[in-house]
């Protein structure tokens, strides 16, 4: 055996990282694999068949469509938000597995980086699994449908790296609680999700502008209505200085929790 | 003369307003064994921490870390390349079997393929692993996850190896097994830096050594030299304490040191008939005469008080 010549390139880092949390995911296939295309299913019978019966068809489509085409988009946040709450707190705290990693040829940053792709993977995935169950019901329309995994993608992204910069203070687990009851949740109910925003009063408007579960519904939305405009480019915008910002911040505050 | 492994020179380190390293100075030379030995608290672990850049030390134009060329601090890829750490606790991925978790570090190295399937094969057999290679972690003993995480460090061939108290909490079978292993290991080449609470492991494995206490050198040698020059050959235990007023008028003798714990008096001396002498006045039962061991030094050294603080 002979030690290589130099440590591997980025490309193989960031990969070997999110390949780990891929085999770790992977090894519970059933648990884990399964209830992403259950859950949208249960979702959309409660309460898009149920409710959707007493509400009236939005514009050209009917509610169930309505609501369906926001739930790739929230079952991506949901999921990227567990993983990077729960699941790195668990990684950094009680198995140490980070410490593990760093013991390898692997930074900080590459660490960060290569969870976050792991979450957007699992948005994509998450996403899919919504797309996938939907379709056969002529509930999602296609081809638009097919966008919504990479949306979920870019969802996923961006509750990564929010939701490692809300990690990167919590020194108690069960603190998680608040960051889901108190902001994702209100969170679904204010992103044009549920009901279009723009029947809510301006205020409301515009503090649904600020959040960001609001843009990547409406970027969705519209992928799969096949009705493109320019004022998505202003959605585009708003998730790539989301992403770059706190995934800068998580980078910066998670490096002080990580080397002592 | 060989370069050095490890160059390590006026390092420091706090948390807050604790010193943990203050102004540690030691050099590692190739294929050598080097243990840190100090009580809890007295930074080892962070010592080890900085060497492959899992801690940072405090900034100053005079501290130098230096591993084979590169420091830890800005290079913390090339020396992580070339170092393998075993460090105290278990952070093996618990959800996978013993194989997927070394080709899952494989990756890390940039090991794939039969390349990786080699070096693991190799090092499962190497660490007799070959029954539990396909059993999930909790399957396994605290022996076997050791030799796994061993084998885990030695997956690219390391350098140097880092090994934070490799042994703490085995039986001393697996102990012995794990000492023969390192001891093979040293003799083919690879630098070791070690931390142990088990004088015999040190004294046993280490070439050199030094005693750490609250951040700071206190000791530094060969382990036999360092019995040899810095603590008296032998030790009378007196265990029965009601006992000692037989013999309280010998305890001024210059030629005895005496050093009371809470229940037991010990009495050092390289001159064994003062020994002898002593214990003749009291019941065989109540005191043991041996040779003075690495505990007695550590002892002498870092003193009884217990310091629980890190």
């Not at chain 1, 290569?114 to 998450?126: I, N, Y």
């Not at chain 1, 502008?209 to 320019?230: K, N």
């Not at chain 1, 202003?234 to 910002?245: E, G, K, N, P, S």
């Not at chain 2, 807050?16 to 608290?41: D, I, W």
Request: aromatic residues 10%.
């Amino acid at each position: 055996m002979t030690t290589r010549d130099s440590y591997p390139s980025l490309a193989m880092r960031l990969y070997s990282v999110w390949y780990r949390h891929m085999r770790v995911y992977r090894s519970n296939l059933l648990s884990n694999g399964l209830p992403p295309f259950l859950e949208p299913l249960i979702f959309l019978a409660g309460i898009g068949l149920g409710l959707g019966r007493y509400v009236p068809a939005f514009g050209s489509v009917p509610y169930v469509t309505f609501l369906a085409m926001g739930l790739p988009v929230t079952t991506a946040m949901m999921t990227a938000s567990f993983e990077c709450t729960f699941g790195t707190f668990i990684n950094l705290e009680f198995h140490k597995v980070y410490d593990g990693m760093l013991a390898a040829p692997i930074t900080v940053n590459n660490l960060i980086i290569g969870e976050m792709l792991w979450a957007g993977t699992k948005g994509f995935f998450f996403a899919f699994a919504v797309v996938a169950v939907t379709v056969p019901f002529g509930i999602i329309p296609l081809p638009g449908g097919l966008i919504a995994p990479f949306i979920g993608f870019i969802t996923g992204l961006m509750f990564a790296s929010l939701s490692l910069v809300v990690t990167s203070y919590v020194k108690t687990i069960s603190f998680f609680n608040f960051y889901f009851t108190g902001f994702l949740s209100p969170m679904f109910f204010l992103s044009g999700v549920v009901y279009p925003l723009e029947e809510l009063p301006d205020a409301l408007k515009y503090l649904a502008e600020a959040l960001p579960l609001t843009h990547p519904v409406r970027l969705a939305r519209a992928m799969c209505m096949r009705q493109l405009s320019a004022a998505l480019l202003f959605d585009v915008l708003y998730i790539a200085a989301f992403i770059t910002l706190c995934g800068y911040v998580a980078l910066k505050r998670l490096r002080r929790r990580l080397i002592d | 003369m060989q370069p050095s492994a490890i160059t390590v020179r006026s390092v420091y380190k706090s948390f807050g307003k604790t010193r943990a390293v203050n102004g540690l100075s030691f050099t590692v030379k190739q294929a050598e064994c080097f243990g840190l030995l100090g009580p809890n608290g007295a930074g080892k672990t962070t010592m080890m921490k900085m060497v492959y850049g899992k801690a940072e030390r405090d900034a100053s134009p005079e501290g130098v870390i230096n591993v084979l060329g590169f420091d830890p601090q800005y290079n913390p890829l090339n020396v992580r390349h070339l170092l393998g750490v075993v460090p105290q606790d278990d952070n093996l991925d618990g959800e996978l079997n013993v194989y997927q978790n070394l080709s899952l570090f494989a990756k890390f190295y940039g090991l794939t393929g039969s390349a990786a399937e080699i070096a693991i094969g190799h090092l499962i057999e190497t660490m007799e692993l070959t029954d539990k290679k396909r059993s999930k972690i909790r399957e396994l003993s605290g022996g076997m996850k050791r030799r796994l995480i061993i084998a885990r460090a030695l997956l690219n061939n390391p350098k140097i190896l880092i090994l934070d108290e490799p042994t703490t909490g085995l039986d001393p079978q697996v102990r012995h097994m794990i000492w023969d292993k390192l001891r093979l290991m040293k003799k083919s080449g690879i630098t070791m830096l070690l931390t142990t609470h088990y004088m015999e492991e040190a004294f046993q494995l280490c070439d050199n050594l030094i005693i750490m206490h609250k951040g700071q050198m206190i000791i530094e040698g060969q382990p036999r030299e360092l019995l040899a020059k810095s603590i008296e050959k032998y030790v009378l235990d007196i265990v029965n304490k009601d006992s000692t007023d037989k013999i309280f008028d010998c305890l001024n003798s210059p030629a005895i040191r005496a050093d009371l714990s809470t229940e037991t008096l010990h009495i050092y001396s390289s001159n064994i008939e003062a020994l002898n002498e002593i214990a003749s006045r009291l019941k065989p039962g109540d005191y043991f005469l041996r040779a003075a061991n690495l505990e007695d030094l550590f002892i002498k050294t870092t003193g009884r008080a217990l310091d629980d603080a890190g």
